[in-house]
C-alpha cells in the first residue's frame, strides 16, 4: 500500500523550489506559476490526464482543485464556451486566474477561492465537472499545510463530498469525472461512492513511470445509482 509521507515530503520538496512567482514550461507554453501552488512540472499525473480528458467543445466545464489552471485553461483553449474553476488554495485560484489571461482566456474562465463546491452560488450548470483529485490517503488527526492537501486528503472526507455534490452541478447528460491513480485506497473509494449511491467507471487509463516506479493514471466516471 502506497505510503501517504512520500507524499507529504513531494510536496514539501515541491513548494521549497518555489519561493517566488516564476515560469515553467509545459508542451511548447510557459505557464505562471505561484509559491505555494502544486507545480504540474513536478509529477506526470497532471499531463497525464490531459492526455485522458476530452473536453466539451463548445459545452461547459469545471474543474475542482485547479491549481496553476493547466487543466481549466486547456478546456478553453480547446472550445468550451464558458469555464470554471475552483481551488482550495487562495494562491491557486489566483494562478489559475493568471495563466487564463495570459493566454487571453479571462473572458471564458471565471477562477474562484472555494472548498469544492461551497463558492460556486453564481455558477452555470456543467457538461463536465472534473476534479484532478488529491486521492492519496491520510490520517485526518493531523495538521497539513494548504500545499501537502493538494497531495493528500485527510480521512478521504472532501472524496465523501465530491461524491455527494457533485451531480447536483451537472447539466442534463452531463459526466462527474475524477482523476485516480494508483497511489490511492481504491477499495476505501468505491466503498465511499457506494455510500452516496455512486458507482465509479474507468474511462480511459495510461501508466507512466514515476520515481517511485511505474504508476497507474485513471479518468473515472462517477455514476450515480
Known amino acids: 500500500m502506497y505510503d ?39 509529477t506526470k499525473s497532471s499531463l497525464a490526464h490531459l492526455d485522458l480528458l476530452k473536453f466539451p467543445v463548445d459545452g461547459t466545464f469545471l474543474e475542482v482543485g485547479s491549481g496553476t489552471g493547466l487543466i481549466a485553461v486547456s478546456a478553453a483553449l480547446a472550445g468550451c464556451r464558458a469555464v470554471w474553476a475552483t ?8 494562478n489559475t486566474a493568471l495563466n487564463a489571461a495570459r493566454f487571453g482566456l479571462a473572458d471564458k474562465v471565471t477562477s474562484v477561492h472555494s472548498d469544492l463546491f461551497d463558492a460556486l452560488h453564481d455558477a452555470p450548470a456543467f457538461d463536465v465537472v472534473y476534479w484532478h483529485s488529491n486521492n492519496v490517503w491520510a490520517p485526518p488527526d493531523l495538521d497539513y499545510s494548504v500545499h501537502q492537501r493538494a497531495y493528500v486528503d485527510p480521512g478521504y472526507e472532501a472524496h465523501r463530498r465530491y461524491f455527494r455534490e457533485a451531480p447536483d452541478h451537472l447539466a442534463p447528460g452531463g459526466q462527474v469525472l475524477i482523476a485516480l491513480s494508483s497511489r490511492a485506497r481504491r477499495a476505501e473509494l468505491e466503498e465511499l461512492a457506494a455510500t452516496e449511491s455512486r458507482r465509479l467507471v474507468t474511462v480511459d487509463s495510461t501508466t507512466v513511470q514515476e520515481p ?9 466516471e462517477v455514476v450515480t445509482l
Do not use: C, H
Open 212 to 220: 517511485e516506479g511505474p504508476v497507474v493514471y485513471e479518468l473515472m
Open 87 to 94: 481551488d482550495l488554495n487562495p494562491a491557486a485560484a489566483e
Open 4 to 42: 501517504y509521507t512520500q507524499s507529504l515530503r513531494r510536496s514539501d520538496a515541491s513548494r521549497d523550489k518555489v519561493r517566488q512567482r516564476t515560469e515553467i514550461d509545459l508542451r511548447g507554453r510557459r505557464w505562471t506559476l505561484l509559491p505555494d501552488v502544486f507545480s504540474p512540472a513536478d
